[in-house]
């Protein structure tokens, strides 16, 4: 006899879940329907077990019992302090042994150079749109610097500024920042996304690099559920540029179509209108769930006073026609009046203060485990090229809590290393690259990917992909590439569908289609980041030759593949979320999962109707 446990109650006689369901004349569409529903966190278990003739309780029963129960055991939960399971992970080797030095100096002699060409851009974007347009923004306009506001709005300067490079190096010349500050920080302890544009470049005009920008952080706050600011301050699309702006589905449209969806997502928006607010801007502020806007410096208007005259003849101020008093007292558009903008801030803050969330308490510092090694070291752990890679526990050693790692399938598929640690307190489990990604390395990263998504532990990909695709030279070679990109597909198909958060840190190379089994770009993850010696590109440059290509044809491709793969052209294009500096990876990791888990503090979330089942 065999009786079917569904979270405590009982079917006799049914071997499966299916037939439990026959039993009662529930159809498996509805029932798998059903079972999706989290609602209460009433995750359905099921299992078989061996028992004595005694016959459970009807289907029925369950689906019908008491919500009560349920409340009282989710309120009782709430209050109950959650303990952590305890672990013991061994402490990885990160030590470097003497035959190892050498190659860890040129790397670090590499990484020295990168790392100051990092520095020199962090001061070019700094410095927004130059002196002249800094003190026509502060002294004719007298309004704040977009750094300043950010500094009067957010709890501190720990903030995760997302790709600041962005604009650097393009076709139609240097957009400092993309013209727009995006990022994640604190406001009242809540982690939330801001969009806040910089009217000292380019008078705060929008080119196709500024929208993709601002696409890219609406991305994130929707991937992440966490409220959005926008500190508007914009004179609009650039036009001369309009058909890259304006018409395509990723394009500027997008920006209010997002704006819709993370509202009905029951993610909140506030708008602080701080300037300039013309023509498509304008609907930022009026789609957002409540605006803020500064008496004076704000407008809102889908035409200015130039246009108004041009059409009507008629000569109209600013603040006539779309000023903060207008808009708060007759039309109604903006909730908030803000005589100087420190008040719009302040009022800002208040406003975060009404979301529905109940954060956790922040775990102590000491509680942690610094991992033994330095994070400096990740400096010469940085590969100047593919071949100067050493073994990736070095570079796990500094980043996991007290150094310690769980090493899954420690003896197969060695290319591949995969296991499980802690960052700063935080569960993880880490696929790094330690070779080519053979059929072995495959099929291990396709099991270890579908074990976390199972268990809901984050994933951490440190990428560093062969710098070209496997060369078929023998009929035996053919069949081993065979097997591996079957394999390979396996592994693709695991981490695209995998439904738990990614973060990808491309360490070394970022080429082919390793990349993508490596959650690349194109897979979305929640985030992804590159060290400065990191090289984005189809093949890695100086490997052309060896696909087929003529010497002089060769010489030329690498040439061009020598500029392009550059961690800094890629960020620049928005291929990434930013360079950051191997030292700071373990932090920005160790943020960037405070802010993933956020969402499960959220109280008013999407509701779930849970389906009517007629039995």
Known sequence: MYRCILRGLSIEGCVDVSSCLRQQRVSDKKWSVFTRSRLHHRCIHSWISPVTADRGQPLTHFLSAPIMHQQTQSKSMSIARRKRLPSAFPVVEGALHPIQNHVFELNLKNSLVCQERYHKYVAQVQKGGGENAVLRHTQRNKKLLVRDRLHRLLDDEDYLELSPFAGLGLPYGDIPSAGCLTGIGRINGLWCVFIANDATVKGGTAYPITVKKQLRAQDVAMQ??????????????????????????????????????????????????????????????????????????????????????????????????????LHAEVSGCVDHFATVEQDAFEATRNIISTLNFELPEEVEAGLVEEPLHSSGDLLGLAPKTYHHSLDAKLIVSRLTDGSKFQEFKARYGTTLLTGFGRIDGHLVGIVANNGELTCEASLKGTHFVSLCDQRDVPLIFLQNTAPHPGLTLSTDKAEANTNRLKAQGSMMSAVACASTPRITVVIGGCHGADSYAMCGRAFDPNFLFLWPNARVSLVAPGCSEALGHEEEEAVQLDKKLEDESSAFFSSGRLWDDGVILPQDTRKILSNCLKIIKQQDYQISKEKQRTPLLRL
């Open 224 to 325: 992440n559920r966490l409220p959005c600011v926008y500190l508007v301050d914009s004179g609009g699309a650039f036009l001369p540029l309009q058909s890259e702006i304006f018409p395509d589905k990723n394009q500027g449209g997008r920006t209010f179509y997002n704006e819709a969806v993370m509202s009905a997502m029951k993610i909140p928006q506030v708008a602080i209108v701080c300037g300039s607010c013309t023509a498509g801007g304008a609907y930022i502020p009026t789609m957002a769930e409540e605006t803020v806007m500064v008496h004076k410096i704000g407008t809102i208007f889908l035409g200015g006073p130039p246009l108004v005259k041009a059409a009507t003849g008629e000569e109209v101020t600013p603040e006539d026609l779309g000023g903060a008093r």
